[in-house]
């Protein structure tokens, strides 16, 4: 069964609405999660690093006050997409781990910005 | 910066055939390097190595890690139509299970 749990699987808004994405860890818990993003025909790029309890650690070119990273718990974090667009239509993936093993991979959530 | 390349960036092959899929990594701190299908959703898990010379079986699909060649290689052998999905190598560099993934092979198995 699934380890890690991402909802909703697929949102449609209109340009300058705000988004969030949940990622939950089911039966372990996560101190860290990591957000990427996978435009159509592209590989995962990552997006951040969630850590639990503290900030979250961007990486280079990805804008951390339009993407709003929360790991409020051991088992939940989440993804905000602020005032979103439509060049962020995108498919964003969350994915957690435990120490060697590897990484599961949530179902994912499809983004259209209209 | 770290680089995981796969090639070729896509295949078609027919039914039965075998195929090789290959990962080439430069990375600063190597610690594993996975390999995932992904068909509609997200990724699912196929392989971790972490030792050179020790193929991972599973089914119709092995690979190997090559450290000094910073490589791996998935084999899918008698391919099937299910078989169809991209193919990501990704490399663990540590600090939390970071990883970087590659560019991805889009595998297309026709009947």
């Known amino acids: 069964g699934a380890v890690v749990s991402q909802h909703p699987s697929r949102v449609i808004c209109k340009s300058g609405t705000s988004v969030k994405i949940e990622c939950r860890s089911l039966d372990f818990q996560a101190t860290t999660m990591f957000w990427y993003r996978q435009f159509p025909k592209q590989s995962l790029m990552l997006m951040a690093t969630?850590?639990?309890?503290?900030?979250?650690?961007?990486e280079q070119g990805v804008e951390k006050d339009k993407f709003l990273i929360n790991h409020a718990s051991l088992t939940l974090s989440t993804l905000t997409v602020t005032s979103a667009h439509p060049e962020d239509s995108s498919f964003y993936i969350c994915s957690s781990g435990t120490g060697s093993q590897p990484q599961h991979f949530g179902d994912g959530t499809r983004l259209s910005i209209l | 910066e770290d680089k995981v390349v796969q090639s070729p960036l896509s295949l078609v092959v027919h039914e039965g055939d075998t195929v090789t899929l290959n990962c080439s990594y430069e990375v600063t701190n190597f610690r594993s390097l996975l390999w995932y299908k992904q068909e509609k959703k997200a990724p699912t898990f196929l392989f971790m190595l972490?030792?050179?010379?020790i193929e991972k079986k599973s089914g119709r699909l092995s690979s190997i890690l090559d450290k000094k060649e910073l490589s791996s290689i998935l084999n899918i052998t008698a391919t099937q139509t299910g078989d169809s999905a991209i193919y990501l190598c990704a490399v663990d560099t540590g600090g939390y299970q970071k990883v970087t993934f590659g560019t991805g092979t889009k595998l297309q198995v026709i009947p």
């Open positions: 972490t030792s050179s010379g």
């Open positions: 969630s850590n639990e309890g503290s900030k979250a650690t961007y």
